[in-house]
């Protein structure tokens, strides 16, 4: 079914290469070479390296002649200094290109320090916002590899960033900032632990969900949306009970890969205003601020288009034959709680985030700019709402 708006007239665009499959990661070598560059910064944390996958990539690059440098000063929810260090890093080291190895974080730096080597200017300058420059040139020759399975940043057009001043988190992007090729590789993430897994799977799924359902869906990313909900529902739970067990992770990759094609260039919902705002704040994982969000946030939205969250419980398994169109979008919301449960994600009491700040969240979140793609009206009361079933 469409919206009245998806008819006007929309645009989607993919200008990233994906290379997926079990042990893909040993083509880096003849990637990087396809990309006509001599010499990567890989861009990772502290915690990639620890895990032994750090070497995973250095393996391929030496094996094919390449020199490269590393910036390893990546931490969660990557401020505007973070950058501003791997941009220095980047230039002192001769680099002509870039390689986003990790989580979310790791790769939206990597987006950023594209953003600032070929620009010249503080990342800031190019806040998603009204007021700001939009994105004149395109980042260096840039190489994603995702370690975890959730944010889908390997193919997205955003970089999330902390300014520390505002205690806010903004947004970059657009085409210019995208990955030139992406490489999903299952084999990176068996080392995961399960409440990462759980944290990303959620933080897929909801991507997913969101695109899916809010203002600026289309045939395209819908397509896309309900294959990454499908495998979510499919293969989240196999991978936190078994790190192990290779097809489940090779789902989840390609699920959380589909929900970051599924994220378009526009705005999402409700669940990423709240954990957009919230980890500006406070200091708490994405992938569990939203596995708190999403179900209270898809009970809150479900009646501002039924049809959908039933097409969601489908996906999700959900005997949907015997319903009302109500029933069935409610049955959603039901199977989002469950899953939430069996894999053990925390609520937000249990990430340590105090529950007097709900009125302050709830005005952040307003304002923030995913909120217009929401599939319900939103105010402020109405996040406030959602918040507090949160706790």
């Not at 620890?50 to 030496?62: D, T």
């Not at 084999?187 to 409440?195: C, D, G």
């Not at 398994?317 to 994600?345: C, H, K, P, Q, W």
Request: aromatic share 8%; with cysteine.
């Amino acid at each position: 079914m469409f919206r009245f708006e998806q008819i006007k007239g929309n645009e989607f665009e993919l200008p990233t290469k994906v290379v997926h499959g079990i042990g893909v990661t040993k083509e880096l070598g003849k990637r990087i070479k396809e990309l006509g560059v001599e010499k990567p910064l890989i861009v990772t944390d502290e915690g990639v390296k620890n895990a032994g996958l750090l070497e995973k990539i250095e393996e391929p690059l030496k094996e094919a002649g390449i020199s490269y440098a590393v910036f390893d000063g990546v931490v969660a929810d990557p401020c505007i200094n973070t950058v501003a260090k791997g941009t220095s890093c980047y230039k002192e080291e001769g680099c002509d290109s870039l390689i986003g190895l990790g989580g979310g974080s790791s790769m939206d730096t990597a987006k950023a320090i594209g953003v600032e080597v070929v620009h010249d200017e503080p990342v800031l300058e190019y806040e998603a916002a009204e007021g700001k420059k939009p994105l004149q040139y395109r980042v260096p020759p840039f190489v994603t590899i995702p370690t975890t399975a959730g944010t889908g940043s390997e193919v997205t057009m955003w970089a999330v960033i902390k300014d520390p001043a505002r205690e806010f988190k903004f947004n970059t992007g657009g085409p210019l900032i995208a990955a030139y090729t992406a490489i999903v590789d299952p084999e990176l993430h068996v080392s995961m632990p399960p409440h990462v897994t759980a944290g990303t799977g959620m933080d897929a799924l909801c991507h997913a969900i969101e695109c899916y359902t809010c203002h600026y869906a289309q045939p395209h990313t819908d397509a896309v949306a309900l294959l990454a909900i499908e495998y979510a529902g499919k293969y989240l739970r196999r991978a936190v009970g078994n790190g192990q067990d290779i097809e489940a992770r090779y789902g989840m990759a390609i699920s959380a890969n589909l929900a970051g094609i599924s994220y378009g260039s526009e705005s999402a919902g409700a669940v990423h205003a709240m954990t957009q705002t919230l980890g500006g704040i406070v200091s708490v994982p994405h992938g569990s601020a939203v596995a708190a969000t999403l179900a209270p946030s898809m009970e809150y939205n479900w009646i501002g288009d039924p049809y959908k969250f039933a097409r969601i419980a489908q996906a999700l398994g959900v005997d949907t034959f015997n319903m009302s169109l109500e029933d069935a979008a409610r049955a959603s919301v039901d199977a989002v709680y469950e899953l939430t449960e069996d894999i053990d994600a925390p609520t937000l009491t249990d990430l340590g985030v105090d529950e007097g700040m709900l009125s302050r969240l709830a005005k952040e979140a307003y304002h923030d700019p995913q909120t217009i793609g929401n599939p319900r009206d939103i105010d402020i009361k109405g996040y406030e709402e959602i918040y507090r079933k949160c706790f």
